[in-house]
């Protein structure tokens, strides 16, 4: 904890802001003795008594008095503390879309100081936006200090802009940069960063067992579980163990005399302290030596050295490109959605498209970067490059350089932040300051140091940000973000609310999820009760271990995996496939994975009549089975269309039975222990080395969580809060999720993995979309160049939304207005996690639930099923009943940015077990034709989230 810290920068800040306005010493106006304009607004700051014609005047000095006057301007800063350290208006303005309830979001943007908001928005339940006014009061004191060297002032800025732990290089570089002209910049910095990186308040849980009374300790673990600032955590640990913060008790003596956590007992597997296992994940990703040795080394031992170190070599290395974007995932990872920016305007009302870091933070620093510029230089790590006035130079493209590298749009296929080769081409060419390039140096050279990409799809075509956004706010609250920008404490996760609230008048379209920090030196956050593969210590690459994210708030009960040879090639066709390397053969998706040649099972034609592009795609069922569709229940609790295609999938006879599995009563031959009972639990085991159950034995609870949601509906149609509350009111399980009209009466439906559901609800609480109505009678084709002669008697349901050209999902016969992604999986990766896991099995529905946190916009919801060529199918699907062509828009962007995430194997995805046993995945999405018509009149705000929450319930009811 900080708090020891946090009373020295409240000291300090009061200190600042509580010196009398002095006036500036007159007799600094002699050094501009020589330029009359300078001199005559110097002397007005002598004799003016208002403080904001002060400040209004002080700003515009310099466009009277310039830079150059070195000793004019350290004159004027060493007698203006008072004035010199305020900002340039409210600090609190860039803060203000932190804050979660609207009326504290207008009436701070009206205020003009902290006091006028304090009676709309309460400290209780607007925790971000006050920790964001703080920061931006002590950046604007401490900053103040550096005067007019703005180099210093830029990176001292840069240390309270960050949404995140300040880096290790941003310290250095205030220390580097600010040391010689303001030892006071470098002080003041260094109070703000001298205990991080951060620590959540859960971080010194073992602090309360320190305490001698056992009701103190209790109090002091629910204190630090339920409360997140400093001063909530003092005033209740006070008030609960009724002592006073004094140094000789050892509890006391514990949070404030130290920022870290004492060594393990013996007993206990010792952890490293300052690791950042997320960052860790990327290093193997690394082309040369050098950059794969400082990744590890400032992962493993952060401080040894810094990032800034490793930016020199790496950062800009063009073959490192795979390397630099893991490390973005894992910083910034990739959002939807862009809005509320006042000086990149440009950048607003774009819901669909991906950034990572659309924040007021961002947005200032944008505008700080112009100002850099303007003084004819172009910093970068290695090389400054000069150029003409850009503010006469095109500016509007200028403004769009800095907004694109500060909000870092990212795309689909690459991921990067960079601008086009062709635009930094264009803008030194005509805006770079020859005089002064060097030796050589051309806009070209220049350019394909810095930015060798030109393919639209992988860099940023400036041009799409020199206008405003298509959109406009009529029709943009289609789609919302509910966590963008994040409204959660720093130690929790924002997730969409899909699940709905106990308190229907105070239901927001977010939920705030405790989390652990892959490390000390970590700001990346996983689930509470997730499993997490992360990178060995001390191990060599490819070996890691699971961990799981406990109630401390910290990885714990950690279990080695067997090493992964990622040395180990495979020999395909003659030609050498590293291991990780994705490729095809004729219509195979393949991989390779420590030496093992991993493709789908797929029947390639050799027809009479396809080209060889067509024999490259073209699937029909596996090991040449005839399309009949006789089902059959495997063991591992899939419907197969035939016992040929379970037998080629590799099951033996006695390994399936006739039937879909979703028909048969997997209780009928089961006895449970007395006290219980047998309720069925189809699933699709995905691991084989254990069983997969269809069934559970559950005894009736005494009790059940009150604070608990997760509704399920039973057999009599009646919600129950959740599955406790259901089996202690003796009540039959229907479907999870709550009752829906539609399905109080039977219909069957076909559901894409070949099963039979009663309603449509039980189909959607199993993750399964539906394919028509009916009884399952057809197999479809894998693909769409194949014939559907079994799928003609199939009466298809009309495509969601007119002009939307759908996907089909391999097995299905119906088209779908939907994204869709084909996974090829490592099956001996499943089975790892499987044992590590006391056999539990893995199933698709576990990896389903997994993904869906991964889904940002509500109106987008994930379904899946395991393909009969055993390709994990998921899809990203539109809940609305007729979606807009922008929530299609919304969807397809989300799958490609799972997709991304996959096929780069990104921590943001594949740390979690047990998706990092993905391989590849290849992407399909819908799209609208373009019919020159208006767009639909949106919903209001309100009235979309309750209706996505509705039918989120029951996601897909819009197939009924």
């Given at each position: 904890?900080?708090?020891?810290?946090?009373?020295?920068?409240?000291?300090?800040?009061?200190?600042f802001?509580?010196?009398?306005?002095?006036?500036?010493?007159?007799?600094?106006?002699?050094?501009?003795?020589?330029?009359?304009?300078c001199?005559?607004?110097?002397?007005?700051?002598?004799t003016?008594?208002?403080?904001?014609?002060?400040?209004?005047?002080?700003?515009?000095?310099?466009?009277?008095?310039?830079?150059?006057?070195?000793e004019?301007?350290?004159?004027i800063?060493?007698?203006?503390?008072?004035?010199?350290?305020k900002?340039?208006?409210?600090?609190?303005?860039?803060c203000?879309?932190?804050?979660?309830?609207?009326?504290?979001?207008r009436?701070?943007?009206?205020?003009?100081?902290?006091?006028?908001i304090?009676?709309?928005?309460?400290?209780?339940?607007?925790?971000?936006?006050?920790?964001?006014?703080?920061?931006?009061?002590?950046?604007?004191?401490?900053?103040?200090?550096?005067?007019?060297?703005?180099?210093?002032r830029?990176?001292?800025?840069?240390?309270?802009?960050?949404?995140?732990?300040?880096?290790?290089?941003?310290?250095?570089?205030?220390?580097?940069?600010?040391?010689?002209?303001?030892?006071?910049?470098?002080?003041?910095?260094?109070n703000?960063?001298?205990?991080?990186?951060?620590?959540?308040?859960?971080?010194?849980?073992?602090?309360c067992?320190?305490?001698?009374?056992?009701?103190?300790?209790?109090?002091?673990?629910?204190?630090?579980?339920?409360?997140?600032?400093?001063?909530?955590?003092?005033?209740?640990?006070?008030?609960?163990?009724?002592?006073?913060?004094?140094?000789?008790?050892?509890?006391?003596?514990?949070?404030?005399?130290?920022?870290?956590?004492?060594?393990p007992?013996?007993?206990?597997?010792?952890?490293?302290?300052?690791?950042?296992?997320?960052?860790?994940?990327?290093?193997?990703?690394?082309?040369?030596?050098?950059?794969?040795?400082?990744?590890?080394?400032?992962?493993t031992?952060?401080?040894s050295?810094?990032w800034?170190?490793?930016?020199?070599?790496?950062?800009?290395?063009?073959?490192?490109?795979?390397?630099?974007?893991?490390?973005?995932?894992?910083?910034?990872?990739c959002q939807?959605?862009?809005?509320?920016l006042?000086?990149?305007?440009?950048?607003?009302?774009?819901?669909?498209?991906?950034?990572?870091?659309?924040?007021?933070?961002?947005?200032?620093?944008?505008?700080?970067?112009?100002?850099?510029?303007s003084?004819?230089?172009?910093?970068?790590?290695?090389?400054?490059?000069?150029?003409?006035?850009?503010?006469?130079?095109?500016?509007?493209?200028?403004?769009?350089v800095?907004?694109?590298?500060?909000?870092?749009?990212?795309?689909?296929?690459?991921?990067?932040?960079?601008?086009?080769?062709?635009?930094?081409?264009?803008?030194?060419?005509?805006?770079?300051?020859?005089?002064?390039?060097?030796?050589?140096?051309?806009?070209?050279?220049?350019?394909?140091?810095l930015?060798?990409?030109?393919?639209?799809e992988?860099?940023?075509?400036?041009?799409?940000?020199?206008?405003?956004?298509?959109?406009?706010?009529?029709?943009?609250?289609?789609?919302?973000?509910?966590?963008?920008?994040?409204?959660?404490?720093?130690?929790?996760?924002?997730?969409?609310?899909?699940?709905?609230?106990?308190?229907?008048?105070?239901?927001?379209?977010?939920?705030?999820?405790?989390?652990?920090?892959?490390?000390?030196a970590?700001?990346?956050?996983?689930?509470?009760?997730?499993?997490?593969?992360?990178p060995?210590?001390?191990?060599?690459?490819?070996?890691?271990?699971?961990?799981?994210?406990?109630?401390?708030?910290?990885?714990?009960?950690?279990?080695?995996?067997?090493?992964?040879?990622t040395?180990?090639?495979?020999?395909?066709?003659?030609?050498?496939?590293?291991?990780?390397?994705?490729?095809?053969?004729?219509?195979?998706?393949?991989?390779?994975?420590?030496?093992?040649?991993?493709?789908?099972?797929?029947?390639?034609?050799?027809?009479?009549?396809?080209?060889d592009?067509d024999h490259?795609?073209?699937?029909?069922?596996?090991?040449?089975?005839?399309?009949?569709?006789?089902?059959?229940?495997?063991?591992?609790?899939?419907?197969?269309?035939?016992?040929c295609?379970?037998?080629?999938?590799?099951?033996?006879?006695n390994?399936?039975?006739?039937?879909?599995?979703?028909?048969?009563n997997?209780c009928?031959?089961?006895?449970?222990?007395?006290?219980q009972?047998?309720?069925?639990?189809?699933?699709?085991?995905?691991?084989?080395?254990?069983?997969?159950?269809?069934?559970?034995?559950?005894?009736?609870?005494?009790?059940?969580?009150?604070?608990?949601?997760?509704?399920?509906?039973?057999?009599?149609?009646?919600?129950?809060?959740?599955?406790?509350?259901?089996?202690q009111?003796?009540?039959?399980?229907?479907?999870?999720?709550?009752?829906?009209?539609?399905?109080?009466?039977?219909q069957?439906?076909?559901?894409?993995?070949?099963?039979?559901?009663?309603?449509?609800?039980?189909?959607?609480?199993?993750?399964?979309?539906?394919?028509?109505?009916?009884?399952?009678?057809?197999?479809?084709?894998?693909?769409?160049?194949?014939?559907?002669?079994?799928c003609?008697?199939?009466?298809?349901?009309?495509?969601?939304?007119p002009?939307?050209?759908?996907?089909?999902?391999?097995?299905?016969?119906?088209?779908?207005?939907?994204?869709?992604?084909?996974?090829?999986?490592?099956k001996?990766?499943?089975?790892?996690?499987?044992?590590l896991?006391?056999?539990?099995?893995?199933?698709?529905?576990?990896?389903?639930?997994?993904?869906?946190?991964?889904?940002?916009?509500?109106?987008?919801?994930?379904?899946?099923?395991?393909?009969?060529?055993?390709?994990?199918?998921?899809?990203?699907?539109?809940?609305?009943?007729?979606?807009t062509?922008?929530?299609?828009?919304?969807?397809?962007?989300?799958?490609?940015?799972?997709?991304?995430?996959?096929?780069?194997?990104?921590?943001?995805?594949?740390?979690?077990?047990?998706?990092?046993?993905?391989?590849?995945?290849?992407?399909?999405?819908s799209?609208?034709?373009?019919?020159?018509?208006?767009?639909?009149?949106?919903?209001?705000?309100?009235l979309?989230?309750?209706?996505?929450?509705?039918?989120?319930?029951?996601?897909?009811?819009?197939?009924?």
């Amino acid at each position: 904890m900080r708090v020891c810290f946090q009373i020295t920068s409240f000291l300090l800040a009061l200190n600042f802001y509580c010196q009398p306005l002095r006036a500036q010493d007159p007799s600094c106006c002699q050094h501009a003795a020589q330029l009359p304009t300078c001199k005559e607004a110097c002397d007005q700051l002598a004799t003016i008594k208002s403080e904001s014609h002060l400040k209004h005047l002080l700003q515009r000095l310099p466009s009277y008095c310039p830079e150059s006057m070195n000793e004019l301007w350290m004159c004027i800063n060493s007698t203006l503390p008072g004035v010199s350290k305020k900002s340039d208006g409210w600090v609190g303005l860039g803060c203000c879309e932190l804050a979660i309830s609207s009326e504290c979001r207008r009436e701070c943007r009206q205020a003009s100081s902290k006091n006028d908001i304090t009676k709309v928005c309460k400290k209780v339940t607007e925790n971000s936006l006050y920790s964001c006014i703080t920061k931006n009061e002590m950046g604007s004191s401490c900053c103040s200090f550096a005067g007019r060297h703005t180099t210093c002032r830029e990176y001292c800025e840069a240390i309270f802009r960050t949404d995140s732990t300040p880096a290790e290089s941003q310290i250095k570089a205030v220390k580097d940069y600010c040391q010689s002209h303001s030892h006071k910049v470098v002080d003041c910095v260094n109070n703000f960063t001298m205990s991080y990186p951060p620590r959540s308040p859960i971080d010194s849980l073992y602090c309360c067992d320190r305490a001698e009374a056992t009701h103190c300790q209790v109090a002091c673990r629910r204190i630090l579980r339920t409360m997140t600032t400093e001063h909530e955590i003092m005033d209740g640990l006070i008030r609960e163990c009724g002592s006073q913060p004094l140094p000789q008790d050892p509890m006391w003596q514990c949070f404030l005399g130290s920022a870290h956590p004492p060594s393990p007992p013996e007993d206990e597997t010792p952890h490293p302290v300052k690791m950042d296992c997320a960052k860790l994940h990327c290093c193997s990703k690394a082309n040369t030596s050098l950059c794969r040795d400082m990744c590890q080394e400032i992962s493993t031992h952060w401080g040894s050295q810094t990032w800034q170190d490793f930016d020199q070599p790496c950062e800009y290395n063009p073959v490192e490109t795979e390397l630099i974007n893991c490390l973005a995932d894992v910083r910034e990872p990739c959002q939807l959605g862009c809005k509320d920016l006042t000086y990149c305007t440009n950048f607003n009302n774009r819901p669909t498209e991906l950034f990572r870091s659309c924040n007021v933070q961002s947005d200032q620093g944008a505008m700080n970067d112009i100002k850099l510029w303007s003084n004819g230089t172009i910093k970068m790590p290695f090389r400054n490059i000069p150029v003409l006035d850009i503010r006469k130079c095109l500016p509007d493209m200028w403004k769009a350089v800095a907004c694109s590298l500060q909000i870092k749009p990212c795309h689909s296929k690459s991921r990067g932040s960079v601008i086009c080769k062709s635009d930094c081409v264009d803008i030194l060419t005509q805006c770079g300051d020859r005089k002064r390039f060097h030796e050589g140096q051309t806009p070209e050279r220049i350019c394909e140091l810095l930015l060798p990409i030109d393919d639209p799809e992988r860099c940023i075509p400036l041009s799409t940000y020199l206008m405003p956004s298509p959109l406009g706010n009529a029709i943009i609250e289609e789609v919302i973000h509910p966590c963008n920008p994040n409204p959660c404490p720093s130690n929790h996760l924002c997730q969409v609310n899909r699940k709905g609230c106990l308190d229907k008048f105070n239901c927001q379209p977010y939920l705030c999820v405790p989390g652990c920090k892959l490390g000390e030196a970590s700001d990346f956050l996983v689930q509470q009760d997730s499993r997490i593969q992360v990178p060995t210590r001390a191990g060599p690459s490819g070996c890691y271990e699971v961990c799981s994210c406990g109630h401390s708030g910290r990885l714990e009960n950690c279990i080695e995996m067997p090493c992964v040879d990622t040395n180990k090639a495979c020999i395909v066709e003659g030609q050498r496939k590293n291991h990780g390397t994705s490729f095809r053969t004729d219509c195979h998706t393949c991989s390779c994975f420590a030496g093992e040649t991993i493709c789908s099972t797929r029947k390639c034609s050799a027809a009479a009549g396809f080209s060889d592009d067509d024999h490259r795609h073209f699937s029909g069922p596996p090991c040449n089975c005839p399309d009949h569709f006789i089902p059959v229940c495997a063991s591992n609790g899939r419907t197969y269309p035939s016992g040929c295609v379970a037998r080629c999938m590799g099951f033996k006879d006695n390994q399936y039975v006739f039937g879909q599995c979703h028909l048969s009563n997997p209780c009928a031959n089961k006895t449970c222990p007395r006290n219980q009972r047998c309720i069925p639990r189809h699933r699709v085991c995905l691991s084989n080395s254990s069983d997969c159950p269809q069934h559970k034995c559950v005894g009736r609870p005494a009790g059940c969580d009150r604070n608990s949601l997760e509704p399920v509906c039973d057999a009599d149609g009646l919600t129950h809060p959740s599955l406790c509350h259901l089996q202690q009111a003796g009540k039959t399980l229907a479907y999870t999720g709550q009752c829906q009209e539609a399905c109080r009466k039977p219909q069957k439906v076909c559901g894409h993995n070949g099963e039979t559901y009663n309603t449509v609800c039980e189909a959607f609480s199993d993750r399964v979309a539906v394919d028509y109505e009916g009884s399952c009678r057809a197999v479809g084709s894998l693909s769409d160049m194949a014939p559907e002669p079994a799928c003609s008697s199939v009466s298809c349901p009309p495509v969601s939304t007119p002009g939307c050209r759908p996907i089909t999902p391999p097995g299905a016969c119906c088209p779908i207005c939907a994204s869709m992604l084909q996974i090829l999986w490592s099956k001996k990766q499943m089975n790892t996690f499987s044992k590590l896991n006391k056999n539990q099995p893995v199933t698709i529905h576990n990896i389903l639930q997994i993904l869906r946190l991964h889904v940002s916009v509500p109106q987008c919801d994930v379904f899946g099923y395991l393909s009969i060529d055993h390709q994990l199918v998921v899809l990203i699907v539109p809940v609305d009943h007729q979606p807009t062509p922008l929530q299609i828009e919304a969807c397809s962007k989300e799958a490609e940015k799972i997709d991304s995430l996959i096929n780069y194997a990104s921590p943001t995805l594949v740390s979690h077990v047990p998706l990092s046993a993905f391989l590849t995945s290849d992407i399909k999405t819908s799209s609208i034709q373009s019919s020159g018509g208006s767009l639909p009149s949106p919903l209001p705000p309100g009235l979309c989230f309750l209706l996505a929450l509705l039918i989120s319930a029951v996601p897909g009811l819009h197939q009924l």
